[in-house]
């Protein structure tokens, strides 16, 4: 099926234990995007890469890095984890900026606990 | 004053109600608008984009309303299965970044 495929689904870590989030899209899409979900907090922009070889930081990038492999695939990774990054995370894509009807679409998200 | 606002609710409502929710934006720029729909525990999926002359797509209808910058999402004879968290969208002109409402909680009742 067409879309965005995020692994691991769920992930468990110990405080300073490092993880990388994974994400790949199919649909030749050129923008993707990392949020974080928390409760009360609506979706929150890590980081994103418009194109493929740019990445920018977004609304909370700290405690993260991101690396945009090629055109597909968009990965987060987590250095040194802290119990504040227990969260939702959301890999998106877009066409073309949301333009064109198309909007974002997402990935099913990866349940992060940090104890 | 945030970006972009939505009524947290809850709404509660009974099956087959009209139930509207609205969206405020701040920014004059902004292009493009969309309603999504997110169940619990589920990641975020395009219920309808929001187009300048408003659209329609089955029981639910968009609009768009520059002047007074708002978005409209009408949701007719509402169904158990509608119960969800609706969140809105806006780009800026020429921007990458899209911005996310918080989201309006819905909930259907018999």
């Known amino acids: 099926n067409a879309g965005v495929t995020q692994t691991p689904k769920f992930q468990v870590l110990k405080t300073g234990q490092s993880m990388t989030l994974q994400c790949a899209q199919d649909?030749?899409?050129?923008?993707m995007y990392w949020y974080r979900q928390d409760p009360g907090m609506g979706l929150r922009l890590i980081y994103y890469?418009?194109?493929?070889?740019?990445?920018d930081k977004g609304e909370v990038p700290n405690g993260y890095n991101v690396s945009r492999l090629n055109k597909r695939e968009f990965s987060l990774r987590l250095e040194s984890a802290a119990p504040s990054q227990t969260s939702v995370y959301f890999c998106?894509?877009?066409?073309?900026?949301?333009?064109?009807?198309?909007?974002?679409?997402f990935g099913s998200g990866t349940r992060l606990t940090v104890v | 004053r945030k970006e972009v606002e939505q009524d947290p609710g809850p709404f509660n409502v009974p099956e087959g109600a009209t139930v509207a929710f609205n969206c405020t934006y701040s920014?004059?720029?902004?292009?493009?608008f969309f309603w999504y729909r997110q169940d619990c525990r589920k990641e975020p999926k395009l219920l309808m984009s929001?187009?300048?002359s408003g659209n329609e797509d089955g029981r639910f209808t968009a609009q768009l309303n520059r002047a007074s910058q708002y978005i409209s999402l009408l949701i007719r004879d509402s169904k158990l299965s509608d119960s969800a968290t609706y969140l809105c969208?806006?780009?800026?002109?020429?921007?990458?970044?899209?911005?996310f409402g918080r989201g309006t909680s819905l909930i259907v009742h018999p």
């Open positions: 998106a894509s877009s066409e073309n900026r949301g333009t064109g009807g198309s909007g974002y679409t």
């Open positions: 649909m030749n899409h050129n923008s």
């Open positions: 890469s418009a194109s493929e070889g740019t990445t």
């Open positions: 920014n004059s720029a902004s292009q493009s």
């Open positions: 929001v187009y300048s």
């Open positions: 969208v806006v780009n800026l002109r020429e921007s990458y970044i899209p911005t």
